[in-house]
């Protein structure tokens, strides 16, 4: 350290003179400096070429490749060895056609009528009972309707069929429920709607 201060003290000349152990001593001390500062020098470079490869994105690893998942690689293979619960949907069981068709005619309301009943609807077989006749049906006019329904109470559907050899007979002025289908007391909105209008349109001279 003494040798250090002595050194950068005082300016050497031409003129200036030193003994011999002096010298060496002098020439040791700068080898030694000049050994420091090279090792110091690549130490530098060496830390200025790891900073530039860590920075540079066209280098083989970046930062935030160095700050990933620690499964790396490998963590896709891992989640694929992890069994998955297969979710099996509910099973709807199908109603039969009866059940779906009452399940629908439960949703329509219903009203019951004191004293009035109706035949059940059809376009394909006469309205009497047992009656098998499916050709040379006839539509039930709108004047034999309104007179059943004001004179025996038997409301008939629109569009029902009696059979040309029934209509001959005149089994629907004469005691309709008797030969007639199965009879029901209850009503739709609409088919009474249709009742009192009949009634209605009767009574209107």
């Known amino acids: 350290l003494l040798m250090e201060q002595y050194y950068y003290r005082f300016q050497l000349t031409t003129q200036d003179r030193i003994s011999r152990p002096c010298l060496q001593r002098a020439d040791r001390f700068a080898d030694a400096q000049r050994r420091v500062q090279d090792q110091e020098e690549i130490e ?3 830390q200025q070429a790891a900073t530039e490869d860590f920075l540079d994105p066209s280098s083989g690893q970046s930062s935030k ?8 690689d490998n963590a896709e293979e891992v989640f694929q060895d992890i069994p998955q619960a297969s979710v099996t949907p509910p099973r709807v069981e199908e109603l039969p056609r009866q059940d779906i068709e009452h399940e629908a005619y439960q949703l329509v309301s219903v009203i019951t009528v004191p004293d009035f009943v109706r035949i059940p609807y059809s376009s394909t077989n006469c309205i009497v009972a047992g009656c098998n006749h499916r050709d040379n049906l006839h539509r039930v006019n709108l004047t034999i309707r309104r007179d059943i329904l004001s004179k025996q109470n038997i ?3 629109r569009d029902t069929r009696i059979c040309g050899e029934h209509l001959e007979e005149g089994i629907l002025l004469n005691e309709l429920a008797l030969y007639c289908r199965p009879t029901r007391d209850t009503f739709k909105s609409a088919q009474i709607r249709d009742m009192l209008k009949m009634l209605q349109s009767k009574d209107t001279p």
């Open 44 to 46: 530098l470079a060496i």
């Open 155 to 157: 409301y008939i559907p």
């Open 65 to 72: 490749e160095m700050q990933r998942d620690p499964l790396g």
